[in-house]
């Protein structure tokens, strides 16, 4: 991932790193609560697969943001889908395939996951038919993301670290979304006759392991060099 940061110029690395500083301020934050995302959202108990925490999701009716933790299996450790919905966007973004009769259908940012400690393990971005959401290029998704906030109600803790989180991967999710519409056309060409977006034979579109500290003390080197 190191190649990622050297086109960024200095104003962005000091961006990336005051995200980093957000992230590990409330990271602190929810461990002292006696916490980490998936606990606070799922609560101390197992949680069922494929069941939202919380339930009915998590909502900001300001800047349309979205999100929701979850599992597909028991042994798993779970992920949190991101989302934005059309009254959030940047204007004149508009979906190559809609959901019909859902104009208010939402884009799929990134998924989160997490190890077995409740910290950030990978990112990954997932086929249409997944989350059933409106479907944007990879230009128009890495557009929004700076448009993705949540920094109140109950779940406030999770959604600050989450938007501060969009800021500091920025660069890794941007490569994920062109890597993702890669695969797209990849699978294309390899199926034809078959609808990519719907289809069940493809579910993870693009992914990379992440660690906070570990791309944090990247950050900082980039920034001395």
Known sequence: MSALLESLAYPDLERLIAAGETVARLDAEMAAAGGDPPSLLAGAARAVPFRHYPEGDVYDFTSHSQFYYH???GNEFGHLHLFLRPKGMPAGLLPTVP????PDAPCHLVAVGFDA???VSELFTTNRWVTGEAWYPAAAVAAMLPYFSIGKGRYRPVGEWLTALLVLFGPVIVDLLSRRDAE???WSHAHPGRAVLDDGGLEILSRQPVSVPLWRRSLDDALKR
């Open 71 to 73: 599992v597909h299996r």
């Open 99 to 102: 959901v019909p009769d859902a």
């Open 117 to 119: 400690d409740g910290a």
């Open 184 to 186: 797209v056309e990849r």
